[in-house]
């Protein structure tokens, strides 16, 4: 069985008397994200300061890579914390310094690197953040989102090993929210890092998460992937996922899951006359459109892909939820398989016309690409009331196609 | 009437004892478990002064508590000279002594009211400041920022403020006591009439290398404890119990400033007697 990278054992932490962690057995392993859910002054936190050393557990052990923290030389510890990158909630800039400097000031503090490497590798980091035009600038004259990004910046430019984000999204408007998000798995995949994010952005943070921990009244609820997590529900994750779900999805303004779940149970329940169901599965490719156009204008085109499902099949009572970054399901609970067809074809002219052509304007405005290739693919399945949402989508998924495609041919032709 | 047990007795005396030592037991343990807690910082923070990153933070800070600092230590010094002048001219009149004005200005400003007044001037304006800036980082988590991101937040925050007072005290003494005289000067010759070189001379013969050196050492000692107390109050903001967020950096910003003008005096007193 593979080690743990990081390991806590019966970890109790108490503030005045008031348990916060109680008895806390994690498991985080090596590039993984590992995702920490839990209510507000959970000791969410508090989990993650423990893990490089801000907050010691008042009993319980902390392993780093099989070892217990507490059995450390002072080197092995060193050695250990020079691994480690930590996002604060607040970002925790210095408002004295600009933008460079405070990139650069680990870098400055900490190592013997030379004023040219140095100044090398903060810019390449300013670069990939997007920040270029503000390297000169104070903490208080950037936005919400930049200051989220440099904080980013100075995080990933030491190139650490294990990553710590303390609710990186907060505050954020939906797309940046994502924006950040992707940003973050962008940088786990370009650099190969293990990460440790505090969010409860749900459902968006956990379709960049490898590793789902649900931290419910100082204990873990669950711990495990988010399929794992729909399948084994328990009393526990319901009410999570009820409680910071809410009724929409932020981003698309599609039906959140849980609601979509009920929507889809109130529609077939047993007793009515229909034990079929039209399923359509959309899909994009996310992560290459993210590579085309960015983060920013990849969410832009999923919105409007999901705002255009939504109005399309919502006047027929149609229900649409997100199942993953790229991917929305629609059931048709009033259509047969035939009938699904017409309207999907229908649709299909529709978002090859109307849609694809607004994406290309939006893009074209947001990042200046208004030439790039997109394919929208679509699977229709007929779905029991019986099957599992996976089996539906696994259906869905064999029996897709593509049914609108915007392809650059010459100065942003579609076709 | 209910006769006190024995026990009850016991337990009422016990109270009683046991509230007087809380009353007055706890802000002294309190008191003591704080000095300790500065000198370990002080301590700290004078070990890693000669880290080899150090000059140029040093610098900065010896610009900011001395340089910064020049403009209201003359006008303090001024004023204070002046009125120096005014005072022990109407007093030594009285004994046809007014030639030595000189001296007792002099004396007083070098071996007294230079070391002691530089030292209240700077805590009122860089020392607060020490104090907030401290508490704000802390507040804000940039100090647990520094810690993550590995560099020692005593060393790169406290180190160079104490010794950048080390170096800017004796040095803003020694304009205090300049100007100091000055003042007395403008006073005591221009207005008052006294004899110019009766003045100077009375100050070069009074003035001797032990008083001047008093005076620095006054000035050494007093550049610690506001460094630290002011340092240490900022940083540890966080764990006052009376208090959090904000409202704890402004009583940490009062409470450096109220101890750090105490301490200078209680300093002032136990430095003299050991020079005297």
């Known amino acids: 069985m593979e080690t743990p990278l990081i390991e806590f054992r019966k970890v109790v932490k108490g503030f005045n008397s008031h348990t916060v962690l109680d008895g806390i057995d994690l498991s985080i392993y090596e590039n993984q994200i590992c995702t920490i859910s839990g209510k507000s002054g959970g000791g969410k936190s508090v989990l993650l300061k423990h893990i490089i050393g801000l907050i010691q557990p008042d009993s319980g052990e902390i392993l780093l890579e099989g070892k217990p923290v507490r059995n450390m030389s002072k080197k092995e510890w060193d050695d250990y914390r020079?691994?480690?990158?930590?996002?604060?909630?607040?970002?925790?800039?210095?408002?004295?310094?600009?933008?460079?400097?405070?990139?650069?000031?680990?870098?400055?503090?900490?190592?013997n690197l030379s004023r040219k490497v140095i100044r090398q590798k903060v810019m390449n980091r300013i670069e990939e953040m997007a920040l270029t035009e503000a390297v000169n600038k104070y903490p208080s004259e950037l936005s919400g989102g930049m200051q989220k990004r440099v904080a980013l910046a100075r995080t990933l430019v030491t190139?650490?090993?294990?990553?710590?984000?303390?609710?990186?999204?907060?505050?954020?408007?939906?797309?940046?929210?994502?924006?950040?998000?992707?940003?973050?798995?962008?940088?786990?995949?370009?650099?190969?890092?293990?990460?440790?994010?505090?969010?409860?952005?749900?459902?968006?943070?956990?379709?960049?998460?490898?590793?789902?921990?649900?931290?419910?009244?100082?204990?873990?609820?669950?711990?495990?992937?988010?399929?794992?997590?729909?399948?084994?529900?328990?009393?526990?994750?319901?009410?999570?996922?009820?409680?910071?779900?809410?009724?929409?999805?932020?981003?698309?303004?599609?039906?959140?899951?849980?609601?979509?779940?009920?929507?889809y149970s109130a529609e077939l329940s047993v007793g009515k006359k229909k034990s079929r169901v039209s399923a359509i599965l959309f899909s994009i490719d996310f992560d290459s459109l993210e590579k085309e156009l960015g983060h920013e204008a990849s969410l832009y085109t999923l919105k409007a892909l999901a705002e255009?499902?939504?109005?399309?099949?919502?006047?027929?009572?149609?229900?649409?939820?997100?199942?993953?970054?790229?991917?929305?399901?629609?059931?048709?609970p009033r259509a047969e398989l035939e009938e699904a067809q017409q309207l999907l074809s229908a649709y299909s002219e529709g978002l090859q016309e109307n849609v694809l052509k607004r994406i290309r304007d939006v893009t074209r405005r947001y990042v200046g690409i208004g030439c790039f290739a997109i394919s929208v693919n679509a699977g229709l399945t007929e779905a029991n009331v019986t099957e599992e949402f996976d089996e539906i989508i696994q259906e869905a998924r064999k029996k897709q196609q593509t049914v609108a495609t915007v392809r650059c041919e010459g100065g942003g032709q579609s076709g | 009437m209910a006769i006190m047990s024995e026990a009850d007795f016991s337990q009422q005396r016990t109270n009683g004892i046991g509230r007087f030592f809380s009353i007055f037991g706890r802000p002294v343990v309190a008191l003591i478990n704080n000095l300790g807690a500065a000198a370990i910082f002080f301590f700290f923070a004078c070990v890693n002064i000669f880290y080899r990153k150090q000059?140029?933070?040093?610098?900065?800070?010896?610009?900011?508590?001395?340089?910064?600092s020049t403009g209201i230590v003359v006008l303090v010094a001024l004023f204070t000279g002046m009125v120096l002048g005014l005072q022990l001219y109407y007093t030594l009149i009285k004994f046809g002594s007014e030639g030595v004005l000189g001296s007792a200005i002099a004396l007083s400003l070098v071996r007294e009211l230079g070391p002691v007044l530089t030292a209240i001037v700077i805590t009122a304006r860089a020392g607060s400041a020490m104090a907030a800036e401290m508490g704000i980082l802390r507040i804000s988590e940039q100090i647990d920022a520094l810690y993550t991101m590995r560099i020692d937040p005593i060393r790169y925050l406290i180190s160079p403020r104490i010794a950048a007072s080390m170096i800017s005290f004796p040095f803003l003494t020694a304009f205090f006591d300049l100007v100091g005289i000055i003042g007395g000067y403008l006073t005591g010759v221009l207005l008052?009439?006294?004899?110019?070189?009766?003045?100077?001379?009375?100050?070069?013969?009074?003035?001797?290398?032990?008083?001047?050196?008093?005076?620095?050492?006054?000035?050494?000692?007093?550049?610690?404890?506001?460094?630290?107390?002011?340092?240490?109050?900022?940083?540890?903001?966080?764990?006052?119990?009376?208090?959090?967020?904000?409202?704890?950096?402004?009583?940490?910003?009062?409470?450096?400033?109220?101890?750090?003008?105490?301490?200078?005096?209680?300093?002032?007193?136990?430095?003299?007697s050991f020079i005297m």
């Open chain 1, 82 to 111: 020079s691994k480690i990158g930590y996002m604060f909630q607040g970002n925790a800039l210095f408002d004295s310094m600009n933008v460079f400097d405070n990139v650069a000031l680990p870098l400055v503090q900490t190592t």
């Open chain 1, 159 to 263: 190139d650490p090993k294990i990553v710590l984000f303390d609710e990186p999204t907060t505050g954020q408007d939906p797309i940046r929210k994502n924006v950040i998000l992707s940003m973050i798995a962008h940088a786990r995949k370009r650099f190969g890092f293990t990460a440790v994010l505090v969010s409860h952005e749900v459902p968006d943070v956990y379709f960049i998460s490898d590793r789902i921990v649900i931290l419910w009244e100082g204990r873990i609820a669950f711990q495990g992937a988010y399929e794992e997590m729909t399948k084994l529900r328990g009393p526990v994750v319901d009410e999570f996922l009820r409680s910071l779900e809410g009724f929409q999805d932020e981003l698309t303004g599609l039906m959140s899951k849980e609601m979509f779940r009920s929507r």
């Open chain 1, 308 to 332: 255009y499902t939504n109005r399309y099949f919502g006047t027929i009572g149609g229900f649409s939820a997100r199942h993953s970054r790229g991917e929305i399901l629609t059931i048709l």
């Open chain 2, 55 to 68: 000059a140029r933070e040093i610098i900065s800070q010896v610009f900011y508590i001395g340089a910064k």
């Open chain 2, 192 to 272: 008052l009439g006294v004899n110019a070189s009766s003045y100077f001379y009375r100050v070069n013969y009074s003035l001797e290398m032990v008083d001047v050196r008093g005076g620095f050492i006054k000035s050494f000692v007093f550049a610690i404890v506001v460094s630290t107390i002011c340092c240490y109050q900022g940083y540890f903001c966080h764990m006052r119990s009376d208090s959090y967020g904000a409202k704890s950096v402004s009583l940490a910003t009062t409470s450096a400033v109220v101890i750090s003008c105490v301490l200078i005096l209680i300093a002032d007193y136990v430095v003299t």
